[in-house]
C-alpha cells in the first residue's frame, strides 16, 4: 500500500496534513503538503506574472525603465527558484527556498521603500513597487507566509 493509498484510507479529521515523509527512494521531505501546495500555485501564478510582465517590458520598451524592468525580471527568477525547492523537496530545498524568501522579502522592503522616498527613480513601477500593491500586496505577505511554513516544515520533520 503506497502513502497516499494509507492516506486515502483515514478520516479527512484524522489525517496529518503538516509535512510527509516521501518514498524512502528519494529521501526527501515533502514541502508541498497542506499550505505548501498553496504556496506552491502562488509562487507560480507570481512566476508567471513577473516574468511575462518584465519580457514584455524589457523587449518593447526597456529604455523607459530599465532599473523597474530588470528588477521584475529578478523577481520571475526569485519566484522560480522558490517555486522550485517547495517542489523539489528535502531539507537541503528547504533552506535554499528559506534563504530566498529572506532575499526577496528584503527586495521588496527595499525596492517598497525606495519606491516610496524617490518615486522619479521608477518611472514604470516594478513587481515589488509599493511593496507589491499592484499585486494586492501579495509580494510581501507571500515570502513572510512562505518563511513561516518552511520553518514550521523543519520543526516537524525532527
Not at 530566498?100 to 521588496?108: D, I, P, W
Request: glycine fraction near 8%.
Amino acid at each position: 500500500m503506497t502513502a497516499t493509498e494509507e492516506n486515502a484510507s483515514v478520516p479527512r479529521d484524522e489525517r496529518d496534513d503538516t509535512v510527509h515523509e516521501v518514498p524512502a527512494a528519494t529521501g526527501r521531505t515533502r514541502l508541498i503538503s497542506g499550505p505548501g501546495i498553496l504556496l506552491v500555485w502562488l509562487y507560480g501564478v507570481m512566476v508567471v506574472g513577473a516574468v511575462s510582465r518584465s519580457a514584455a517590458q524589457i523587449s518593447t520598451e526597456f529604455d523607459k525603465a530599465p532599473l523597474a524592468y530588470s528588477l521584475s525580471a529578478v523577481a520571475g527568477l526569485v519566484y522560480g527558484f522558490i517555486t522550485y525547492s517547495l517542489v523539489r523537496g528535502g531539507e537541503k530545498a528547504r533552506r535554499a527556498a528559506l534563504v530566498c524568501c529572506a532575499a526577496e522579502l528584503a527586495g521588496v522592503l527595499i525596492v517598497g521603500t525606495w519606491t516610496l522616498v524617490e518615486p522619479s527613480a521608477f518611472p514604470d513601477a516594478t513587481v515589488w513597487s509599493d511593496y507589491g500593491m499592484g499585486y494586492l500586496f501579495i509580494p510581501v505577505l507571500l515570502p513572510l507566509s512562505a518563511m513561516y511554513w518552511l520553518r514550521k516544515a523543519r520543526t516537524t520533520t525532527r
